[in-house]
């Protein structure tokens, strides 16, 4: 296993004002079997991080190393130890079932039939996919993309899952579920390592106590959430979050 470590990343974005950085010099570690919860209110830079951490976006500065490898420098070995799940991804293809489309990403993944049939097999038992995974994925809801997002994700079985926003368009029980595959099944018991973003105060609670909380693409907190509440008698989560992320004059 081995541990994932940022080192001042930043990353600039050109728009018709001018330059917009979206990432300053963002530092931080997750141990090898960590479970990291990333906070920050909408146009923090979490997403952006995200995708430069699963090799999608390359950073204008500093470096993501998994283990001793800059992941940017070595990237067909890092995509094999990353999975990478987005709400925002639409590489889905419609007409095909879910199964198919599994098959596809584990075609790309050179992955054999024993293989593929092994990994859904797991998969299913964890996400539940067995109602949807022959219709075609045009005619699933949201909910039931979301999990098949989640199963792209885990299906090489990665040493690292990047959890963009997991538990949107899933309902409370399911989302409740997922909490505990990820905290149970995929940390606790296989030993992967996993960062997940999410607006939601009580679920990133819930998940972990690590966070990081970005806010004008800079960390403002990293640690330990209970650490802050039991130094602080008045401590409300709330507040704490509304504090680490007004804007700095």
């Known amino acids: 296993m081995l541990p994932l470590v940022l080192e001042n990343v930043s990353k600039y974005f050109s728009t018709a004002s001018g330059r917009r950085a979206a990432l300053r010099g963002v530092s931080f ?4 079997g960590g479970l990291l919860c990333l906070l920050g209110p909408n146009g ?7 995708k430069s951490i699963a090799t999608l ?5 500093g470096r993501v190393r998994l283990g001793d490898r800059d992941v940017h420098r070595s990237l067909d070995w890092a995509k094999r130890r990353i999975g990478f799940a987005s709400t925002e991804d639409q590489s889905f293809y419609g007409r095909l079932s ?3 489309n599994l098959w596809f990403y584990g075609q790309m993944y050179g992955m054999t039939g024993a293989e593929f049939d092994r990994r859904l097999a797991a998969l299913d038992a964890l996400l539940d996919l067995s109602g949807s995974l022959d219709r075609p994925h045009r005619e699933l809801s949201s909910g039931q993309k979301q999990r098949f997002l989640l199963a ?9 899952l990047i959890l963009d926003e997991p538990h949107q368009n899933l309902d409370p029980l399911f989302a409740a579920r997922l909490r505990v595959v990820i905290r149970d099944r ?10 997940v973003s999410t607006h939601h105060l009580e679920d990133a609670e819930k998940i972990s106590d690590r966070w990081v909380v970005l806010a004008e693409g800079k960390v403002r907190f990293v640690g330990s959430v209970a650490a ?11 507040r704490f979050f509304h504090q680490m992320t007004e804007p700095v004059a």
């Open 29 to 32: 570690s997750v141990p090898a």
């Open 44 to 50: 923090s830079g979490k997403t952006t991080l995200l």
């Open 57 to 61: 976006l390359i950073p204008d500065g």
């Open 98 to 100: 879910g199964r198919l």
């Open 152 to 160: 792209r994700a885990a299906l090489h079985d990665p040493a690292v």
């Open 186 to 195: 995929w940390v606790g018991e296989q030993g992967k390592t996993v960062i």
């Open 228 to 238: 802050a509440r039991a130094a602080d008698p008045r401590f409300h989560i709330e």
